[in-house]
């Protein structure tokens, strides 16, 4: 699997694999992603999308490079790159569901049923820890390789690209008018409407113009309005922060979207980049995160990312490493 927060901390390690300088791997995958909300209409330029993006340390990936039982492979760092600044700005398209490049640029070579930690060390790129809980270091076994069509299943992350797992088989994804339930389960350029409780149908999205019979939309940075499709990036007429991309917060004050505040920046609730929102100064402002060893309430607040709970208070600390 791919993780782009990974090589923001493969970045500062300064190693050189392969002969690629593995420092500029993540500004390079952050601008091709941004290459592609730009052309969508998400963010004006590259900068103000870049400024936006917190790196998310993995030491956990880091660990398993440096121990061997993960590679990364810089041949396809290239191919990575056109597969996200290239994609289409439709996110049920085939190109933005599948990018093979990127998936593959971390991976491992333990068979199924080995011990791991990570998807990447296993040949599968899939560990299952059963009964693991979010955010806790737990053992699992490597899963099996993927399957194709008319392979066991048991679930839908069982079957390769192209098939989703029904009555304990792999099959072709389903085409629009049939029953599905979650968006993976329908064909390229189709995604799945009204699942709950019952089945709903998989349906082909409208994009930028036209109407919205089932209040979605199938470009980035789009939302539905008065019942049509309508770009949703910064500028876009607003009365809350569901009519702007999740980029974006409504500015109530000129009813129109805007870009999540950084650093320095007025905020309500959520800031972007390198900040988080301090609710306890008047007024709430995107400060500098926490380093470590400080009381926190949540994750955001610190340098690490991660805020350990305690038995009077919480505080910054290392991010655990699970290898």
Known sequence: MYRLAALALLAGCGDNLAGFAIEDVSAALESARCERL?????????????????????????????????????ELIAECLAELSTASCNDTNEDVRVTPACEALFGGERAPGVPCVL?????????????????????????????????????????????????ATCRPLALAGEACRADRQ????????????????????????????????????????????????????CATDADCTEFGVCDSRVGECRMLPVLGEACETVCSGESYCERTINPPTCNAPLP????????????????????????????PVCT
């Open 38 to 74: 730009v052309r969508c209409g998400v963010f004006p330029d590259v900068a103000a999308c870049t400024t936006r993006i917190r790196a998310r340390s993995d030491q956990d990936l880091l660990a398993a490079v440096a121990e061997g039982s993960v590679r990364y492979r810089p």
């Open 119 to 167: 998807d990447e060390q296993c040949g599968s790129l899939r560990c299952e820890r059963t009964g693991c809980q979010s955010g806790t270091c737990c053992e699992g076994t490597c899963a099996a390789f993927l399957v194709g069509d008319g392979g066991a299943c048991d679930v839908d992350a069982d079957c390769s690209s192209g098939f989703w797992c029904s009555d």
């Open 292 to 319: 470590l060893d400080v009381p926190c309430a949540t994750d955001d607040q610190c340098e690490s990312t991660f805020c350990e709970e305690g038995a009077f208070f919480n505080q910054c600390k290392p991010l």
């Open 186 to 237: 329908c064909a390229y350029g189709a995604a799945c409407v009204g699942a709950g409780i019952d089945p709903g149908f998989c349906r082909d999205l409208p994009l930028v113009g036209e109407r919205c019979p089932y209040r979605r939309c199938a470009e980035v940075g789009a939302r539905c309005a008065m019942g049509t499709c309508v770009a949703a990036g910064p500028g876009a007429a």
